[in-house]
């Protein structure tokens, strides 16, 4: 980093990223510090710094002693290992030290004490909910929300005339004719055991999943103008069941509530959508399928007189950027949910539903909200006269 850019770090105060200590002198208080930053997003701890981002320096033999301690407390303090990198520099004849840690790759870390540290804004804390440590499992897939069993729904509560359809479409079989137990058979295909359905059974087979599951669905709002901040609407639903039939009525709903325009088509004819239809289709797809299913929250889809927004639970996953998912790439949030659901609704798997939304209508921005942990695609609207 150069002098100006620390400086202008300085100035804007401590964030998630950027963290200011005056000195350390405890190996756990730094591995519980140095934990927070790989568990979330890496950033940055500036030592020799006041709060108020006054620099006050450290003496030679400080920087020589914090070097020792970084070094103990990244491999012996820290579960697994972390591998941080420190820059001594020299600013109006004072000096700091700038301890920069990574994002982890091998998620979730944990210090000496078994304890798992996040980050939330300037501070940290611990990751206590069921949800944030699942999620943080989630992030080095060791576990996929997706076969994680759905509460309170057994083999009982498969749809079973639904399911049998699937089956043979699926496999060109009956289901009665299969000579192991229906609930061997829902093992077998990843979507349940022990006679419970996991989330992909219960969201794509189960009978009235919203009934168990009521946070897994669609709420979806037209507004008559630019804002949320109104009591005035024109259309309001909360879509539930089966993620078929989530997925046809959110369909329905934003091709309701969108402009019909006539162009060069007869007085008579039903008009051309002022979106085209495929595009809603790539995005509701991608926001069931790819949403994080450890967030206990709807997905949104609000239509406003300038744009229509779609929100999905949960930022990209690892790495993936915005520019990475519009070139094409893709990583799975929900493998076993992905692999059956193009056999149910027009999903393809293969990460082009960004680049075909986009090509059938280019003005779609999308926004990975990380602090949020939300996923947000907004369509502008055009003036039609």
């Not at 980093?1 to 002198?25: A, C, K, T, Y």
């Not at 929250?297 to 007189?305: D, E, G």
């Not at 929900?334 to 293969?350: C, E, K, M, Q, T």
């Not at 059938?360 to 055009?382: A, H, L, P, S, T």
Request: net charge neutral.
């Amino acid at each position: 980093m150069e002098v100006n850019d620390v400086l202008q770090i300085l100035s804007q105060g401590e964030d998630s990223r950027n963290q200011f200590i005056e000195n350390v002198h405890n190996s756990d208080a730094l591995a519980a510090e140095m934990v927070a930053f790989s568990n979330t997003l890496g950033g940055k701890l500036f030592v020799g710094v006041k709060d108020d981002g006054t620099i006050i320096g450290l003496s030679t033999a400080d920087i020589s002693r914090l070097n020792q301690l970084i070094s103990n407390a990244s491999s012996e303090n820290i579960k697994p290992a972390i591998n941080p990198l420190s820059t001594v520099m020299t600013i109006n004849s004072k000096k700091l030290l700038i301890i920069d840690i990574p994002k982890g790759l091998n998620k979730p870390y944990q210090d000496k004490n078994g304890v798992f540290w996040v980050k939330s804004g300037a501070d940290k804390r611990k990751a206590t909910s069921r949800e944030e440590m699942q999620r943080l499992f989630q992030s080095s897939g060791l576990i996929h929300a997706d076969t994680s069993i759905a509460r309170g729904m057994t083999i009982e509560h498969l749809d079973k005339d639904y399911f049998s359809e699937f089956f043979k479409r699926r496999y060109n079989e009956e289901l009665k004719d299969q000579t192991v137990p229906l609930q061997q058979t829902i093992s077998n295909m990843n979507l349940g055991s022990d006679g419970y359905l996991n989330l992909t059974g219960a969201l794509l087979f189960g009978i009235s999943p919203s009934d168990f599951l009521p946070e897994f669905t669609v709420k979806a709002v037209s507004y008559m103008g630019d804002s949320i901040a109104t009591e005035l609407y024109i259309d309001s639903r909360d879509i539930r069941g089966k993620l078929e039939r989530i997925y046809r009525e959110s369909l329905h709903f934003l091709m309701s509530n969108i402009k019909m325009l006539q162009k060069e088509q007869s007085v008579n004819s039903v008009g051309i959508p002022e979106i085209p239809k495929i595009v809603f289709e790539e995005l509701i797809a991608n926001a069931l399928i790819h949403r994080d299913y450890y967030i206990s929250a709807p997905i949104r889809i609000l239509v406003f007189s300038d744009r229509i927004e779609i929100i999905s639970p949960g930022h990209l996953p690892n790495n993936l950027t915005i520019e990475n998912v519009k070139r094409g790439n893709s990583n799975v949030r929900n493998p076993v949910l992905s692999s059956f659901a193009y056999h149910i609704i027009p999903y393809r798997g293969v990460g082009s539903g960004i680049i075909r939304a986009l090509e059938n209508y280019e003005d779609i921005e999308f926004i990975d909200d990380r602090e949020g942990n939300m996923f947000k695609c907004i369509i502008k609207r055009k003036k039609h006269f």
